[in-house]
């Protein structure tokens, strides 16, 4: 619409504005025009008056030519300049002419336009050369002498109405014709850029998916052209959409197939790894129970060494299935952190006093540099984390120094474990963090660990918001280094050695529900060495029967967490409770490490041991049940 109005518009104000300025100058020409005639008739009429000083006369002339339309005032003045004549008002605003001057003049204001005319004696031509010779030498060769001056006073009124009007018609001449290029712009438009926009419409839809758009014909020639070119183009895409959409479906169908189908096989194997593990803690929780009261006989030297080499044995399979526990507990989620703020240092001479006596039979110097440092973490995890990588180090290094150092970076500290090991390459420095990966150890040799150790470093670092690195490089050692809030020290008391020998179990009357009979056989015989008097069943009926027989309560009740039919052993200890009062202390044992099964006996606030269970937690846990007010 622009283009079409504006040249129209353009050329509209510049004929008006050319044909105003003409006539508004042949107005103003014609004004001056008729008031120099006004003012040449008046002088020439009054010359005889002026010349004899006929002030009657000239008054008579001057009020005559009042009479004229848009004269205002008229003054005759002689040569010396004095009034001889006045007649109207005339504007007091103007100059007057100056004295004895020969000089015709107009002078204009807004509203008024003032004529000056001399006043000259007429000549006369007489057919007597003589004569005529003589009045030239009378009057002299040069401009006749002045008699004076008429002044008349002309109103623009009409010519400044007149200029007005021809602007109003300018401008209202402008309007129409801006008024009739809109109108063509817009008939323009609704001709040529109205299918413009259809299409452009068309093509949006098409672009948000609507393939069915089409256009109908409009117009001819390029336009026609490009709305049969769109068209085109929305059927090869619909049928483009719609090939694609099948692929899709049945793309999405075999994927939802495959997936359905490793959902099932991932449920089989969950249910496989489930029933396996279940099923493997249950022999070794009963084969470390035997041991540990085959432990507690005296032997002779070579079945000593036999029991001990048994007993390492089955260490190694415990504690290969409490990393596996602990990998579990972390990835589901269940593990819940406790913070708070602890000196290092007590931290480091324990992890420095487990491992020195794997340090006696090679030729290694592990070394801890003292710390005045506090940080503010969880104390159970990070002795883990750290004990993890001091042995790690002391695993892949075979002679040489491991050092653990503490620095102050900030509000944080960065604790350092530097050996000079094998080392490790820098493409396989996030490799080491995963599962059972032992880049050292292809033969999967058991003293160099179960590739979990990092694993669980990882985890825990995760789990508490730690920086976990790593710099190493091959056949230089390793630097594993973690970075740990700082914290100002306080009032601190060092926690018990953990492995505090418990209290007397003598007497302490246990009730023990455990379906398996060679893991009821191994507790029911363990829990007898200890002094225990134990009453066991596979279920809670037949305990709570034998105890009614027997006219005994128990003071302390174990269950598996998986009895047969639908209870199990969180159910037991209910039933039990209910009977014999809600303080009885309760613990739960079971093979099943899902995270479920830890929810539920947190949700009953009820301590559980993992199978298979080592004897000396298992007697720690007795004696802080049995004896609370004791600190173990």
Not at 135 to 154: E, F, K, Y
Not at 268 to 291: C, E, T, V
Not at 598 to 617: D, F, T, Y
Request: with cysteine; net charge neutral; proline share 5%.
């Amino acid at each position: 619409m622009l283009v079409a109005v504006l040249p129209t518009l353009v050329l509209a104000i510049v004929l008006t504005a050319f044909y105003t300025g003409s006539r508004v100058t042949d107005h103003r020409e014609a004004h001056v025009a008729r008031g120099q005639a006004f003012a040449r008739q008046l002088a020439a009429a009054s010359e005889y008056a002026v010349f004899s000083g006929n002030r009657e006369s000239l008054r008579r002339l001057a009020g005559a030519m009042l009479a004229e339309t848009d004269v205002l005032g008229v003054m005759i003045i002689d040569r010396n300049g004095d009034a001889l004549a006045q007649s109207g008002q005339l504007d007091a605003t103007l100059p007057l002419p100056p004295r004895a001057a020969w000089t015709r003049g107009l002078v204009t204001a807004s509203g008024t336009l003032r004529v000056i005319e001399p006043v000259l004696p007429t000549s006369l031509d007489l057919d007597d050369g003589f004569d005529g010779a003589a009045l030239d030498t009378l009057s002299g060769a040069g401009t006749p002498p002045m008699l004076g001056t008429v002044v008349v006073d002309i109103s623009r009124a009409q010519l400044n109405a007149r200029q007005n009007e021809l602007l109003v018609i300018g401008s209202a001449a402008i309007l129409m014709v801006l008024i009739g290029s809109l109108v063509l712009a817009h008939y323009m438009s609704r001709g040529v850029t109205g299918p413009i926009r259809r299409v452009a419409s068309a093509v949006e839809r098409i672009g948000r998916g609507q393939f069915s758009a089409r256009l109908s014909d409009i117009g001819g020639g390029t336009l026609r052209t490009l709305a049969e070119g769109v068209n085109q183009m929305a059927a090869k895409l619909a049928s483009a959409h719609e090939d694609m959409s099948r692929q899709i479906a049945d793309a999405t169908a075999e994927l939802r197939a495959r997936k359905d189908e490793a959902e099932r096989a991932t449920l089989s194997k969950s249910r496989f790894l489930a029933a396996a593990s279940h099923d493997l803690r249950q022999p070794m929780h009963a084969l470390g129970l035997f041991i540990a009261e085959l432990s507690q006989h005296t032997h002779a030297p070579a079945s000593r060494r036999l029991v001990e080499r048994i007993a390492a044995s089955a260490e190694a399979m415990e504690n290969l299935l409490d990393s596996l526990l602990d990998i579990s507990k972390l990835d589901a989620g269940v593990l819940e952190p406790h913070i708070s703020v602890f000196p290092l240092q007590p931290i480091l001479d324990r992890i420095a006093a487990e491992q020195r006596p794997r340090l006696g039979t090679q030729d290694l110097l592990l070394r801890t540099r003292p710390t005045p440092l506090w940080v503010e973490s969880d104390p159970v995890l990070f002795e883990r984390i750290i004990g993890n990588l001091v042995s790690n180090a002391v695993r892949y290094t075979r002679k040489g120094h491991i050092l653990v150092a503490c620095r102050r970076r900030g509000e944080r500290v960065r604790i350092e474990v530097r050996d000079n090991g094998v080392g490790i390459a820098a493409e396989a420095h996030e490799i080491i963090f995963q599962e059972f990966i032992q880049l050292d150890n292809p033969a999967r040799s058991r003293d160099k660990g179960l590739g979990l150790g990092l694993a669980i470093v990882r985890r825990l670092t995760d789990l508490l918001g730690h920086r976990l690195a790593v710099r190493s490089r091959p056949g230089r050692g390793s630097v594993f280094a973690i970075e740990v809030p700082v914290a100002q020290p306080v009032e601190y008391a060092e926690p018990g050695e953990t492995c505090r020998q418990p209290g007397d179990l003598a007497g302490i009357r246990v009730a023990l529900v455990d379906d398996d009979p060679l893991a009821q056989s191994g507790m029911r015989s363990l829990l007898t060495s200890w002094g225990c008097e134990v009453t066991a069943g596979s279920d809670i009926e037949s305990v709570l029967e034998t105890l009614a027989r027997s006219g005994h309560e128990p003071q302390l009740i174990i269950s598996d967490y998986r009895l047969h039919g639908n209870s199990n052993g969180i159910d037991a200890i209910r039933v039990t409770r209910a009977r014999y009062g809600e303080n009885l202390p309760a613990a739960l044992i079971s093979g099943d490490t899902a995270p479920e099964t830890l929810r539920l006996a947190q949700g009953e606030s009820l301590a559980l041991l993992h199978k298979p269970v080592r004897p000396a937690r298992l007697r720690a846990l007795l004696n802080r049940l049995s004896h609370p007010e004791r600190d173990f």
